[in-house]
């Protein structure tokens, strides 16, 4: 596996603090976190490495691990994959747990021939949009603002790091937020599929 | 402190601060205090969202008396996912 090494042009000791901090925020309230089932297993600079668990579900299962990579943070944004949890080898697009799934509303439906009334909306349906995006032979990334994966994608180029980086959208614990709100919350229950399998014939006592 | 009044610790993108607040006020009007606190510029309060320590989302219209909060309740103001999944 290629992975690519982004460069550190930032003086390494103010990425290393703004790091630092991070990884001092989520300790402090460990405890909280660990209740929603957030676990940081693993914390160098510039990588750490976060275990998502889902609690309500019994039993609870590690659903994913977060990489992040605080490289050049906060000139560039944290990079952001969703790995297997044990492995901690990124999940390819066909072996993702979630997809992140949000709903949105879609384009108004038109229906031909129906007449609506004056000042009438046409109805709308709901969509779910993936916040995990992938494209053939890449790794699925997440899609969201203050993802450096995000803004190095050419079709971001009009919505720069530097519009949301005051507002913190690279924090460690805001993408947390983002990844249990869309692919952990969700969660109720397991799918499970069974096969049975005919082994022979039911009967009644045997007559005498 | 006044019986009116409640002392909230608002963790901003995983940064605690204390706020105090009117328990009849809107839950809403501790956001925009939160974030001045903590340096959060840039986005205006709409664009975040006010969740529990359970991680469920608050109705921020709601007064903060409404929710019975213990005295040393945490909540979590986080910037929301935004416009995204539209590669």
Not at chain 1, 42 to 62: E, I, T
Not at chain 1, 124 to 146: D, E, K, S
Not at chain 2, 42 to 61: F, H, I, M, V, Y
Request: hydrophobic share 40%; net charge negative; glycine share 8%.
């Amino acid at each position: 596996m290629i992975v690519e090494q982004p460069a550190q042009s930032v003086d390494p000791a103010v990425s290393r603090a703004k790091f630092e901090s991070e990884i001092a925020d989520f300790r402090a309230l460990a405890p909280q976190y660990g209740a929603r089932g957030w676990f940081l297993a693993d914390a160098k600079f510039p990588h750490a490495f976060v275990v998502l668990a889902a609690p309500q579900l019994k039993p609870p299962p590690l659903v994913t691990g977060v990489s992040f990579d605080y490289t050049d943070y906060d000139l560039r944004p944290p990079s952001v994959r969703l790995v297997n949890a044990f492995t901690r080898e990124p999940w390819r697009a066909e072996e993702l747990p979630t997809t992140l799934p949000r709903r949105v509303q879609g384009q108004p439906l038109v229906i031909q021939g129906l007449q609506m009334p004056a000042g009438g909306v046409m109805p709308q349906i709901m969509q779910q949009q993936p916040l995990m995006q992938a494209y053939p032979g890449g790794l699925p990334f997440l899609c969201i603002a203050g993802v450096r994966e995000y803004h190095d994608h050419p079709a971001h180029s009009g919505d720069l790091w530097e519009i949301h980086r005051p507002a913190g959208a690279g924090r460690l614990i805001r993408i947390l937020e983002i990844i249990d709100t869309y692919g952990l919350r969700p969660l109720t229950g397991y799918n499970v599929n069974l096969t049975p399998q005919i082994v022979g014939y039911a009967q009644s006592e045997p007559p005498e | 402190m006044p019986e009116n009044k409640i002392r909230i610790t608002v963790v901003v993108n995983g940064q605690p601060t204390v706020v105090d607040a009117d328990v009849n006020s809107p839950l809403g009007t501790i956001i925009p205090r939160a974030l001045e606190q903590t340096g959060n510029t840039g986005q205006p309060p709409e664009n975040w969202e006010l969740r529990d320590a359970q991680g469920t989302l608050l109705d921020t219209s709601q007064k903060i008396a409404s929710f019975h909060f213990p005295p040393d309740v945490h909540l979590f103001l986080n910037l929301k996912a935004g416009v995204g999944g539209l590669s």
